[in-house]
């Protein structure tokens, strides 16, 4: 790490309620919004770690919102977690650390605002899912997050980014970007472009599922990658979910589709060998598996009805997301090497031709959970 970054994350840990030196802090590549660090102190002769992020606020306009939203969700999940007699709700559920004016984040002179949290020890992320085992354990643990906020009390939450899985959006958001083609690449993406367009029939189906009623609004996580699961280094055991600045009034259909999206290709999200990019029916079977038993208790009949169709369906939304940051000159996703965004478009799409070629089986599947 840079020392101006070290010093930087000195000046900002001084202002939370951390009891330590800080001896050593690095940056954590994970993720294509925020900015996250790693940083080790020395408490009364204890090594101790916690999780600086600086909230990127060209994305999350209201970062009060979001912290509101955190501090809700996270208070009534560690509430209910220790209910049933658990020791680990620590590691079970983000503990912010407030700043030592008491408020949920930091806000520097310069308008930058930061946060801590508590780093959960023993626990690791992966990037893609190496057994039907681990899918299970994302299935449980996301289905599990969802149903600890069914009886959230107190106002809806906020929208931290409004309309953000809406597919119609996104949708039109690609078209306006291709007719202003600003970065000059419409030309090199036309072939995605096209495929793109062409998906268009699926794009208001849930949409309208929502607006006619048939599918009830609830709280949801909306961005339920499976690096967003902490597993346990020993037990394999799913422990606790990750990256709440999009917990907000969603569709459990989009959650799930994320992690069909996330879950069952063998690659990366940006992987150049399209021809490794495949929907594998043993991890969806063990992800649906998984999410069923700890979400099947509030799951209606419509909404078990469009598990397969909601994989596709965010897979595709993802995917037009990456092609018009790509087309518009890479302004919201990270990137870190050339056409990063017009790569991580191909990949999802070919995961949607794959996911089409097994939709009716694997709808099949989950009607028999
Ligand atoms: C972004 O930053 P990260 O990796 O947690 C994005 C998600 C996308 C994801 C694609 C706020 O999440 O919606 O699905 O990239 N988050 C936001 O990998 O836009
Ligand atoms: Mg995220």
């Given at each position: 790490m840079?020392?101006?970054?070290e010093?930087?994350?000195?000046?900002v840990?001084?202002?939370f309620?951390?009891?330590?030196?800080?001896?050593?802090?690095e940056?954590?590549?994970i993720?294509?919004?925020?900015?996250t660090y790693?940083?080790?102190?020395?408490?009364?002769?204890v090594l101790?770690?916690?999780?600086?992020?600086?909230?990127?606020?060209?994305?999350?306009?209201?970062?009060?919102?979001v912290?509101n939203n955190?501090?809700?969700?996270t208070?009534h999940?560690?509430?209910k977690?220790?209910g049933?007699?658990?020791?680990?709700s620590?590691?079970?559920?983000?503990?912010?650390v407030?700043?030592?004016?008491?408020t949920?984040?930091?806000?520097?002179?310069?308008?930058a605002c930061?946060?801590?949290?508590?780093?959960?020890?023993r626990?690791r992320?992966f990037?893609?899912v190496e057994?039907p085992?681990?899918?299970?354990?994302?299935?449980?643990?996301?289905?599990?997050?969802?149903?600890?906020?069914?009886?959230?009390?107190?106002?809806r939450?906020?929208?931290t980014?409004?309309?953000?899985?809406?597919?119609?959006r996104?949708?039109s958001?690609?078209?306006?970007?291709?007719e202003?083609?600003r970065?000059?690449?419409?030309?090199e993406?036309?072939?995605?472009?096209q495929?793109?367009l062409?998906q268009?029939?699926?794009?208001d189906v849930i949409l309208?599922?929502l607006?006619?009623?048939?599918?009830?609004?609830?709280?949801?996580?909306?961005?339920?990658?499976f690096?967003?699961?902490?597993?346990d280094i020993?037990?394999?055991?799913?422990?606790?979910?990750?990256?709440l600045?999009?917990?907000m009034p969603?569709?459990?259909?989009y959650?799930?589709?994320?992690?069909?999206?996330?879950?069952?290709?063998p690659?990366?999200e940006?992987?150049?060998?399209l021809s490794?990019?495949?929907?594998?029916?043993?991890?969806f079977?063990a992800?649906?598996r998984?999410?069923?038993?700890?979400?099947?208790?509030?799951?209606?009949?419509n909404?078990r009805a469009?598990?397969?169709?909601a994989?596709k369906l965010i897979?595709?939304?993802?995917?037009?997301r990456f092609?018009?940051d790509?087309i518009?000159?890479?302004?919201?996703?990270?990137?870190?090497?050339q056409?990063h965004?017009?790569?991580?478009?191909?990949?999802?799409?070919?995961l949607?031709?794959?996911?089409v070629?097994?939709?009716?089986a694997m709808?099949?599947?989950?009607?028999?959970?």
């Amino acid at each position: 790490m840079s020392s101006y970054q070290e010093s930087q994350i000195l000046e900002v840990s001084r202002h939370f309620h951390i009891y330590g030196e800080l001896l050593h802090a690095e940056p954590c590549k994970i993720g294509h919004i925020n900015e996250t660090y790693i940083a080790s102190y020395d408490q009364g002769g204890v090594l101790v770690r916690y999780i600086h992020q600086k909230i990127n606020t060209d994305v999350f306009k209201d970062p009060d919102g979001v912290m509101n939203n955190l501090m809700r969700v996270t208070s009534h999940q560690r509430m209910k977690v220790a209910g049933t007699g658990s020791k680990d709700s620590g590691r079970r559920v983000l503990t912010v650390v407030p700043s030592k004016n008491g408020t949920s984040y930091h806000r520097t002179e310069s308008g930058a605002c930061w946060r801590t949290f508590v780093f959960i020890e023993r626990v690791r992320t992966f990037e893609t899912v190496e057994s039907p085992t681990q899918a299970l354990e994302a299935g449980r643990a996301f289905g599990e997050f969802q149903s600890l906020l069914v009886d959230l009390p107190g106002e809806r939450l906020i929208e931290t980014i409004p309309h953000f899985h809406n597919t119609r959006r996104r949708f039109s958001l690609l078209q306006q970007a291709v007719e202003a083609d600003r970065a000059n690449r419409s030309k090199e993406a036309s072939r995605e472009i096209q495929f793109a367009l062409k998906q268009e029939p699926i794009v208001d189906v849930i949409l309208k599922a929502l607006a006619k009623g048939k599918i009830p609004e609830r709280i949801t996580h909306n961005d339920t990658k499976f690096n967003n699961v902490m597993l346990d280094i020993e037990s394999g055991k799913a422990m606790c979910v990750v990256d709440l600045d999009t917990v907000m009034p969603g569709c459990v259909l989009y959650d799930f589709g994320d992690m069909v999206r996330t879950t069952t290709s063998p690659t990366l999200e940006d992987e150049l060998e399209l021809s490794q990019v495949h929907m594998r029916m043993p991890i969806f079977k063990a992800l649906t598996r998984g999410y069923i038993e700890t979400a099947g208790q509030f799951l209606t009949k419509n909404e078990r009805a469009l598990v397969a169709f909601a994989g596709k369906l965010i897979t595709y939304t993802i995917g037009i997301r990456f092609l018009t940051d790509y087309i518009s000159g890479d302004t919201y996703f990270r990137v870190h090497r050339q056409n990063h965004n017009l790569d991580r478009a191909r990949t999802q799409f070919k995961l949607v031709e794959s996911i089409v070629h097994q939709e009716e089986a694997m709808q099949r599947f989950a009607d028999t959970l």
